[in-house]
C-alpha cells in the first residue's frame, strides 16, 4: 500500500504550497516513501517497538561504556530516515534527493508526516538532529562547522545524532529551576549535574544548559553548551547513562537518566542568551510534534476506514452503517484540519527564514497554537480508532496500541499543554498575536473570490472579529483570569486557523476545477464549531467515501452542508 495515494489532501495542498519545481522534485520522492512507508517501514516499526533499546553499562574487561544497543530494525529505519530520504539534513545541506538547493521546509514536513504514519518514536532524534543543526547554524556556525557537517550527513557513517537535555528533577516545566554547573577552564568548560529525561540518550551531540557563575538567578542565569558524546581527543566525556526509561510509549528510541561528572563541554552563542536560543530549538521540535501528531491521526483514520469497509455486522459492512459514519466523521475532519495547519506553520517558517517579518510573527503564534490543539486531538483520535476496531484494538497484534501510547507524549514532549496555553499567552502579551492572527487571516478571507466560498467566509471572518475582542479582553484583564481562560482560548483560535484553511484551499481546488470536495470538508468542519446542537446527520455522512478516498463532490452537497449551520453562524 502506497500511503500517499491514500491521502486525498496531501498532494492537493502541496499543489498549492510548492513552486512547480518543488512540486515536481518531491513527486517522485511522494511515491517512493509513500511506498516504503506502507511496506517495509511499518514492519520494521513493529519490530523495533517490541525489541526496545538496551543499556549495556559495562565491557566484559568492567570499563564503563554506557552503550545503548539497537535492534536491527531501528538501524535500518535510522538508514532510511537519515540517509535515503535525509530528512534531518534537507533543511540546511544542499542537494539532498536532488533539489538544487536547500529542501523547502513544506517538503520536509510534508514527508515527515508520511514517515511518522509507519514509525514514530526514530521521528525524535531525526527532529532533535535537524533542530541541533538550525541551532549551531543560527547561533555559532563558524565554531561547530564540523559539528554541523556531521549532524546534516546522509552518510549513516559519519552520521552524528543530535539530542536536547533539558530536564532535571526539579526543573521542567521551570526551567530557571537547573541545577547543573558549568565551570570555565579557559579552553573549554566542564559540566556537573543530573539531567531526568533524555531522549536520544547515546546521540553524539547533545544540546543542554547550565547555570553560569556570576551571571544571575533563574532562566537569566543559564548558559546553553555543546556537550559531545567524546572528548576532542576520542575518549568518552564524563556523562553515564543511569538507566533508560521504561516509557509508556515511543519504545524503539531509547530515553534516559543522565549524570554529569564534570563532563567536557563547549559554550554555545551568547552565553548569556542560553536559555532564549535553547527556545527557538524548543519551537521547532514543538511543531514537529503538531506534524507528528496529524500523522498518527491520518494512521489512525486510515486504519478505522480499511477496517470498516471490511467487517460487516448484520449483514452491512460498519462503514455504511449511519451510526459508524458518524463516528468517523469528525475523525477524518481533524485529520485532514491538522495537516493543513501543519503544512501552513512550514510554509510560514519558509518564509520567516527567507526574512519575512510577518511570518515570523506568524509562526511564532502558530507553533504553540498547534502543539496545544492538534497534540489533543490526537489523543481524542487514536481512541476513537482503537474503539472503531473492537477487541482487536486492544491487542498488541494490532498498531492501535502503539498509535495511542504515541499520541499522549505529543501533549507532554516540550511542554504540557498548559505550558504551551501560557506560551500562547505569553505571545498575546508581549506580541499582540492575535492581531497578527485576525490581520492575516482576515485579509486572506476576503481575497476568496468563489461565491460558493464567500457565505462560511464571511462567518469565519465575524468569528476571527471576536476572537481578537475575546483576546484583547484577556490580556488586559487580571492575570488569574486570563491564565484560567488561555487554554480554551488557544483551542478556539486554533480551530479557527484551521477552519480558515480548509476555507482556503476549498477556493484553490474549485479554481483548479476539482470540485467541492474540500468546501464539504471545511463547511462540515465549520458546522461543528458553530452549529449548536448539531444537526443529528450532517450532509457529508453522504459522501463519506469522498472524504475518506477523494473523488468529486457536487456543489449542491457542499451548499447542503453549509445550509445546515447558516441560521445558528448568523445568529
Known amino acids: 500500500m502506497n500511503i500517499a495515494d491514500r491521502d486525498p489532501a496531501l498532494r492537493p495542498l502541496l499543489d498549492q504550497l510548492l513552486s512547480g519545481s518543488d512540486r515536481e522534485l518531491i513527486e517522485p520522492v511522494l511515491a517512493d516513501l509513500g511506498e516504503i512507508a506502507g511496506g517495509e517501514l511499518d514492519e520494521l516499526a513493529a519490530t523495533a517497538d517490541a525489541n526496545p533499546p538496551v543499556l549495556r553499562q559495562y565491557a566484559a574487561n568492567g570499563d564503563r561504556i554506557d552503550e545503548v544497543v539497537f535492534h536491527p530494525a531501528y538501524q535500518r529505519m535510522s538508514e532510511l530516515a537519515f540517509g535515503r530520504f535525509g530528512l534531518a539534513a534537507m533543511s540546511h545541506r544542499e542537494g539532498v534527493l536532488g533539489w538544487p538547493g536547500r529542501v523547502p521546509h513544506v517538503v520536509k514536513y510534508a514527508l515527515s508526516y508520511l514517515f511518522v504514519q509507519a514509525e514514530f518514536g526514530l521521528a525524535c532524534p531525526v527532529s532533535m538532529t535537524d533542530s541541533a543543526a538550525r541551532i549551531l547554524r543560527l547561533f555559532d556556525p563558524d565554531r561547530f562547522a564540523a559539528e554541523i557537517a556531521a549532524l546534516t550527513s546522509t552518510d549513516v557513517d559519519r552520521l552524528a545524532t543530535g539530542a536536547m537535555f533539558m530536564t532535571e528533577k526539579q526543573a521542567g516545566t521551570d526551567i530557571g529551576l537547573t541545577e547543573t554547573e558549568a565551570t570555565d577552564h579557559g579552553t573549554h568548560w566542564t559540566l556537573r549535574g543530573h539531567k531526568w529525561f533524555c531522549s536520544n540518550v547515546s546521540a553524539d551531540v547533545i544540546l ?44 524503539s528510541m ?17 552565553l548569556s542568551r542560553g536559555f532564549l536560543q535553547m527556545a527557538e530549538m524548543l ?15 491520518r494512521r489512525a483514520v486510515r486504519e478505522s476506514v480499511d477496517h470498516t469497509r471490511g467487517r460487516a455486522v448484520f449483514g452491512q459492512p460498519l462503514f455504511e452503517q449511519p451510526l459508524m459514519r458518524v463516528t468517523l466523521l469528525p475523525l477524518l475532519l481533524d485529520a485532514e484540519a491538522a495537516l493543513g495547519l501543519v503544512l501552513e506553520a512550514a510554509a510560514g517558517l519558509d518564509a520567516a527564514d527567507a526574512g519575512d517579518g510577518q511570518a515570523a510573527r506568524l509562526i511564532r503564534v502558530l507553533t504553540p ?55 500562547v499567552l505569553r505571545c498575546l502579551r508581549r506580541e499582540q498575536a492575535h492581531h497578527v492572527l485576525a490581520e492575516v487571516y482576515l485579509q486572506r478571507l476576503t481575497m476568496l473570490n468563489s461565491a460558493a466560498v464567500k457565505p462560511a467566509a464571511q462567518d469565519l471572518s465575524a468569528r476571527w472579529a471576536a476572537l481578537r475582542t475575546r483576546a484583547d479582553e484577556l490580556v488586559s484583564g487580571d492575570d488569574f483570569t486570563a491564565q484560567a481562560n488561555i487554554g480554551r482560548y488557544a483551542d478556539d483560535a486554533c480551530r479557527t486557523v484551521m477552519a480558515t484553511l480548509l476555507l482556503e484551499q476549498a477556493g484553490r481546488e474549485i479554481a483548479a476545477g476539482l470540485g467541492y470536495r474540500k468546501l464539504l470538508v471545511a463547511h462540515t468542519y465549520l458546522h461543528r464549531m458553530l452549529a449548536a446542537p448539531p444537526v443529528p446527520a450532517p450532509p457529508a455522512l453522504a459522501a463519506l467515501d469522498q472524504l475518506a478516498d477523494g473523488g468529486w463532490v457536487g456543489e449542491d452537497l457542499a451548499q447542503a452542508a453549509y445550509d445546515a449551520i447558516a441560521g445558528p453562524a448568523a445568529a
Open 208 to 251: 543542554t544548559l547550565a547555570r553560569v557563575p556570576g551571571q544571575g538567578t533563574g532562566s537569566r542565569g543559564l548558559g546553553m553548551f555543546l556537550l559531545p558524546r567524546l572528548r576532542p581527543d576520542g575518549g568518552r566525556n564524563s556523562l553515564r547513562i543511569d538507566r533508560l526509561k521504561n516509557k509508556l510509549g515511543t519504545k
Open 254 to 270: 531509547a530515553s534516559g537518566e543522565v549524570t554529569l561528572d564534570d563532563a567536557y563541554a563547549v559554550p554555545v552563542g551568547d
Open 283 to 297: 519551537n521547532v521540535s514543538r511543531l514537529s510534534n503538531a506534524m507528528r501528531a496529524a500523522a498518527l491521526m
Open 369 to 423: 497554537l498547534a502543539k496545544h490543539t492538534v497534540c489533543k486531538q490526537a489523543r481524542h483520535v487514536t481512541a476513537e480508532a482503537m474503539e472503531v476496531r473492537g477487541g482487536n484494538g486492544y491487542i498488541e497484534d494490532w498498531i492501535n496500541p502503539r498509535l495511542l501510547r504515541d499520541a499522549h507524549l505529543g501533549s507532554i514532549w516540550e511542554g504540557s499543554s498548559n505550558v504551551i496555553a501560557l506560551d
